[in-house]
């Protein structure tokens, strides 16, 4: 399916339950990876921190947060030390008891130049993460 069909499809679906209050997104929230990320909204504007568990250096690491939530939705990026980004795009699951945040993410790396007709696509890796709070 191409994003275009993709598109049509999510413009005609509406979500029963009404939107998620932006308090619902605010805090600490940790992934199955004991990666934290904090976040602030303002309006529809996400923006916040995000400290991996692990990095290729062997220790945690910090990158800025910022980002998008509309209704139940969100979408943020983390710009990495180094220049790498990692973007996510989920959906907060709003159980009373257990909020999570589902998500996929892309993370893509620099190829130089010489090196991209043949190693594009090894720079980018994907994955899922639930947070939790």
Not at 28 to 52: C, F, I, P
Not at 76 to 99: E, H, K, R
């Amino acid at each position: 399916m191409n994003h275009e069909s993709a598109l049509s499809v999510a413009l005609s679906t509406e979500n029963a339950l009404g939107p998620a209050s932006a308090a619902s997104w605010l805090g600490r929230w940790k992934n199955q990876m004991h990666s934290e990320m904090t976040l602030a909204v303002t309006g529809s504007d996400v923006t916040g921190s995000y400290t991996s568990a692990s990095s290729s250096g062997g220790g945690p690491v910090t990158g800025s947060l910022k980002g998008t939530v509309s209704g139940d939705l969100i979408s943020f990026l983390v710009l990495w030390p180094g220049g790498s980004m990692t973007a996510w795009t989920g959906q907060l699951v709003n159980d009373q008891t257990a909020p999570c945040i589902k998500t996929l993410w892309h993370l893509v790396t620099n190829v130089p130049d010489p090196d991209e007709p043949e190693k594009l696509w090894l720079s980018t890796l994907a994955g899922a993460d639930d947070f939790t709070r």
